[in-house]
């Protein structure tokens, strides 16, 4: 094998290689998207350097090339920007594992700056794992007992009282979440076991995994991206209008997503968004692309829309521009400073990582990408947390929201509304 900069060797690596290799490494991350040609797998592990401070995520270069193979993402920095502050991780990555779900095609690389130590530990995992053994596939998250962290009657005070908010003029929109819990004594492979056996069920687009520490783990199964630049064009889907999925979408499901209250929920995400990528992009660029699109998933089906915009290359690179339209107005509200503020005094359990965003940076291309941290587990001392909600407006009603809250998650927990 050739380790030299900007070398990828051809290799497809099996499920079970992934876990052996994923269980040995260090903060190992696994981004995963199903998504027809944009359907990638990336896998690393072992950083050169990791960090906690968002001021340090930096690239230094003047010019950037595309990869051979099309990689996404080759090297560079991947990490989490949670919803609640001091809740940021980010590790910069000298090796990548990549492969192409539309070619079943994947590619091993080595950056120049990645270690020998480093090459030598990954090409020695590889050769010496099992390629013939199947996954467990009773290792799911739906297998954990799953329990609601708080009463109906508490997720009703806080719906009344956000209600309340709403007709006084303080929102128009406000995203209200309910989390639920269950005992998880997992092991690292047990995780990343569950996370392959969910995603390939999910169908959604922005899945990831990634170890934050020894015992603490993200699992996303997340069908939303959040904000993605590719050659300076930034582009958003938010995600807003849900209804519960028992196979493909019928004509009653459709009417009911392309309803005058889910439409206009959308449309008020949409214009807040507008508004967000408008700071950080050039005058007159903000367009939307599509809007009120109908997306399918194993558990609902959601209308998306689609906003594209010239990033301002004059101010911004494309992670302050990440961070200065975080955090993502789908799971905040409108206005979103008026939304949060009462998100924070509403809702019993803070979110943490959840309705945060999983990023990657690449140096080589200087793509972006990110999700929105919903339809995710975090695994944390031996306990598994999940969160769902939806948003609220002045027509909402109390038992549609919280049926929607356990739909969002049925996949993943369980319980049945």
Same mark, same amino acid.
């Given at each position: 094998m050739t380790n030299t900069f900007n070398a990828s060797k051809e290799l497809t690596l099996t499920?079970?290689?992934?876990?052996?290799?994923?269980?040995?490494?260090?903060?190992?991350?696994?981004?995963?998207?199903?998504?027809?040609?944009?359907?990638?797998?990336?896998?690393?592990?072992?950083?050169?350097?990791?960090?906690?401070?968002?001021?340090?995520?930096?690239?230094h270069k003047d010019s950037y090339a595309a990869t051979a193979t099309g990689q996404p993402f080759t090297s560079g920095w991947i990490g989490v920007n949670g919803y609640d502050k001091n809740f940021f991780f980010a590790a910069y990555y000298d090796w990548s594992y990549s492969f192409c779900h539309e070619s079943n095609e994947g590619w091993l690389y080595f950056s120049e700056?990645?270690?020998?130590?480093?090459?030598?530990?990954?090409?020695?995992?590889?050769?010496?794992?099992?390629?013939?053994?199947?996954?467990?596939?009773?290792?799911?998250?739906?297998?954990?007992?799953?329990?609601?962290?708080?009463?109906?009657?508490?997720?009703?005070?806080?719906?009344?009282?956000?209600?309340?908010?709403?007709?006084? #003029? !303080?929102?128009?929109? +406000?995203? =209200?979440?309910?989390?639920?819990?269950?005992? @998880? *004594?997992?092991?690292? #492979? !047990?995780?990343?076991? +569950?996370? =392959?056996?969910?995603?390939?069920?999910?169908? @959604? *687009?922005?899945?990831?995994f990634i170890e934050i520490e020894a015992n603490n783990f993200l699992l996303s199964l997340s069908p939303e991206q959040f904000l993605q630049c590719h050659e300076g064009t930034l582009q958003s889907k938010p995600i807003k209008g849900t209804v519960k999925a028992n196979g493909a979408l019928t004509t009653t499901q459709e009417q009911e997503l392309l309803s005058t209250k889910n439409k206009a929920e959308n449309l008020m995400i949409v214009d807040l968004l507008r508004n967000d990528l408008g700071k950080v992009s050039e005058t007159g660029s903000v367009t939307v692309e599509k809007l009120f699109d109908i997306e399918s998933f194993s558990n609902v089906h959601h209308l998306v829309s689609t906003i594209k915009s010239k990033l301002n290359r004059a101010r911004y690179d494309e992670f302050s521009a990440f961070l200065n339209c975080f955090p993502g107005g789908s799971i905040t509200g409108a206005p979103k400073i008026r939304a949060m503020e009462i998100i924070k005094e509403i809702e019993k359990h803070p979110r943490r990582y959840y309705?945060?965003?999983?990023?990657?940076?690449?140096?080589?291309?200087?793509?972006?990408?990110?999700?929105?941290?919903?339809?995710?587990?975090?695994?944390?001392?031996?306990?598994?947390?999940?969160?769902?909600?939806?948003?609220?407006?002045?027509?909402?009603?109390?038992?549609?929201?919280?049926?929607?809250?356990?739909?969002?998650?049925?996949?993943?927990?369980?319980?049945?509304?």
């Open positions: 499920n079970k290689q992934i876990v052996n290799l994923i269980c040995k490494l260090k903060h190992a991350i696994y981004l995963k998207s199903l998504n027809g040609r944009d359907g990638w797998s990336i896998i690393s592990g072992n950083p050169s350097r990791t960090s906690i401070n968002p001021n340090e995520v930096t690239l700056t990645c270690s020998k130590e480093t090459r030598n530990a990954v090409n020695k995992l590889i050769e010496s794992s099992p390629s013939n053994s199947d996954l467990n596939q009773n290792l799911t998250t739906r297998a954990l007992d799953w329990k609601p962290s708080q009463s109906f009657s508490q997720y009703s005070s806080s719906f009344a009282k956000l209600k309340d908010y709403i007709f006084a #003029g !303080d929102c128009y929109q +406000a995203n =209200l979440t309910q989390r639920f819990e269950a005992n @998880a *004594n997992w092991s690292k #492979g !047990d995780a990343i076991n +569950a996370f =392959l056996n969910d995603t390939d069920r999910s169908m @959604a *687009n922005y899945c990831a309705c945060g965003s999983i990023f990657y940076w690449d140096d080589q291309t200087n793509n972006f990408d990110s999700n929105i941290l919903i339809r995710t587990v975090e695994l944390i001392n031996n306990k598994a947390y999940c969160w769902a909600g939806g948003g609220i407006v002045a027509d909402s009603e109390l038992m549609s929201e919280y049926q929607e809250s356990i739909n969002k998650v049925r996949h993943i927990t369980g319980i049945n509304p």
